[in-house]
């Protein structure tokens, strides 16, 4: 006796649940879903009144009168041309209703993803989560809309023919009934080639990738400086250009085949007309099985069609659980209600501990660390020694496991989560700038309704004015890709100027002299020394002579505080602050 797994049960019911969940966008738009509908049945009216027509033809040609030929006429034009109707119904209303669905999906799935906690970030490739911006929504939509539509247009052709060829002759129907997969699997042959060509057509795709892309890869600048509304806002336009011109595909595309079967329609008609005409008539015989085989050859498409049906549903049933299982995702956990103005700065860590996901070993351990307001501290240490997770724990990147960080007395799980970064500036090794202006990526997000002259000032006290005046546009240059257009330390000075502008509370500098030359970073290093004042400044960097001026320096191992104290104390005392300096200066040397 055949057993029967469990997973094979349950995998119909839950590719079900999926689809009524696909269908549910849908609901929305059921008014144009109704025309659809009346389209596909005009279309398979038509069909079918296609093969019916034949006997009028023949009868035509038994009596070629005068009134036949044009009856005959006009009887052929007008039964393509309400296929056409409905062709185009179906085909633009079906349209329509898809590329809505793939809107909403997009727009929803787009401000899950500025939701999202980091570790889903790290566990995923931005170039895969675009890719369900982009494929996987539209192989979704093919599965909510072209095959119900394929389902309802072609099922309702096939019973239509059928039924004439039934009452023509029940014997030649049951023998077509045998042949007919042979005539589909042809037909199927045939349209392969034009199906691949027009699966080439693209939308304007390349709006959507890129904007999404930016807003993936620069997810933590995006969420420091209060970015998700304006990257919200610029994912919600070029979304809709890509529906508008989707939509004017769709309803060229739409049109162009029913006026092809007009066309063809005209050139038949008047081929029947000339056929009519005494002199051309001759001795021609007639017969149903002309009406036979004109039902039997119109089937072959739709038949090819119904079969290919599942293979949609299925295709499209498997991008949706991709889909859907980024929008099921859980968010950041936002529970905290404090909002304050402006906090002082006080920060403490009591007994912080983390790991990262599926790790056994602790990468924090223990942190107990009290930095008053206004204090600067840098962090050094070899890499992997937990300098940069320490300082995203502080925004909320990720959330540590045991003990508690604190800033004005508050926990950070206090703070609503907007808030809490709206305190904390980030300038960060790795800089993150957006296709736009100069002057847009420095009062970026929630500072875009800076003034010019704050947006200047920011420049100048990061030494960028001196390169950005030399543009041609000035501030309004436009940078390119993540600034491309500029070096490495031109777009570090255009970070650091964000952060000025931002003008909060709690600095955080990871490396972010890293990318300067020599006298560049001496520059920055001036202009750093008069921000921090005044700051609450957290600085991580390798090149030690860049912290050498700092109120206090950590030096972390393993995850560890091992040694506290100014950089004289530290390098009197002889222990690991001391061997990384001797280290690193002899390397130099």
Known sequence: MKTTDPAETSQPESNWQTYKRLLAYVKPLWLAFSMAVIGNVIYAAASTGMAAAMEYVIEAIENPTEQNRVLLTLLIVGVFAFRGLGTFMSQYFISYVGRNVIHALRIELFDRLLTLPSRYFDDNASGRLVSKLTFNVEQVAEATTNAVTITLREGLTILGLLGFMLYTNWKLTAVFLIVGPLIGAVVSYASKRFRRL???????????????????????????????????????QVSHHNLTQSLKMASTQA?????????????????????LAPEIRGAMSTGELIAFITAATTMAKPIRQVTSVHAKIQKGVAAALDVFSTMDEEAERDQGTFVPERVKGDIRFDGVCFRYRDQLDNVLEQISLS?????????????????????????????????D???????????????????????????????DTIAANIAYG????????AVREAAAKAHALEFIDRMPDGLDTVIGDNGVMLSGGQRQRLAIARALLKDAPILILDEATSALDTESERHIQEALETVMQGRTTLVIAHRLSTIEKADRILVMEAGQIVESGAHDDLLAA????AQLHQKQFSEVE
């Open 574 to 577: 002889g222990g690991a602050y």
């Open 198 to 236: 027009s699966q080439r057509i693209q939308g304007s795709m390349g709006d959507i990738t890129h904007v999404a892309s930016e807003s993936i890869s620069g997810y933590r600048v995006v969420r420091t400086f209060g970015g998700e509304d304006y990257e919200r806002d610029r994912f919600h």
């Open 446 to 453: 929630s500072l875009k309704d800076c003034s010019r002259e």
């Open 255 to 275: 049109i162009s085949v029913p006026v092809i079967q007009v066309l063809v329609a005209i050139a038949i008609a008047t081929l029947v007309w000339l056929m």
């Open 405 to 435: 960080i604190l800033i004005d007395g508050h926990s950070l799980m206090d703070f609503r989560l907007d808030a809490l970064r709206a305190q904390i500036a980030l300038v960060t090794q790795n800089v993150v700038l957006f296709n």
């Open 371 to 403: 930095i008053p307001a206004g204090q600067s501290v840098a962090l050094v240490g070899r890499s992997g020694s937990g300098k940069s997770t320490l300082v995203s724990l502080l925004p909320r990147f990720y959330d540590y496991h045991d003990g």
